[in-house]
């Protein structure tokens, strides 16, 4: 188990910057991955970006550009850097730990969300 705590999120104005934390109550080196997905009121949750124990990065194609994912495994902290902020980024954005089995399945872990809000 572990508890991932987000912070950060808040209100922007579009074209602004916010700059997302999640803390890992245990070494984020661990998971195979981390990321932070987003989900807005109505649809599905969405993967925004995600970073192997690597440093591997992978983006949602329209987030390529402007959104930044990075990691300190000393401080067991998954950032998320957001910039060029749009209405339309608006959403409660998640910290997710994943671990991936042999047998293909995986485990996931989630944080209680932190809520962003860009305002036109």
């Known amino acids: 188990q572990v508890q991932l705590v987000e912070s950060g999120g808040g209100l922007a104005q579009a074209g602004g910057s916010l700059r997302l934390s999640c803390a890992a109550s245990r070494s984020i080196f661990t998971f195979n991955s981390m990321g932070w997905y987003r989900q807005a009121p109505g649809n599905q949750r969405d993967l925004v970006a995600d970073?192997?124990?690597?440093?591997?990065?992978n983006y949602a194609d329209s987030l390529k550009g402007r959104f930044t994912i990075s990691r300190d495994n000393a401080k067991n902290t998954v950032y998320l850097q957001m910039d060029s902020l749009k209405p339309e980024d608006t959403a409660v954005y998640y910290c997710n730990a994943r671990n991936l089995r042999w047998n293909g399945n995986r485990d996931d872990y989630w944080g209680q969300g932190t809520q962003v809000t860009v305002s036109s």
């Open positions: 970073i192997t124990k690597s440093g591997s990065t």
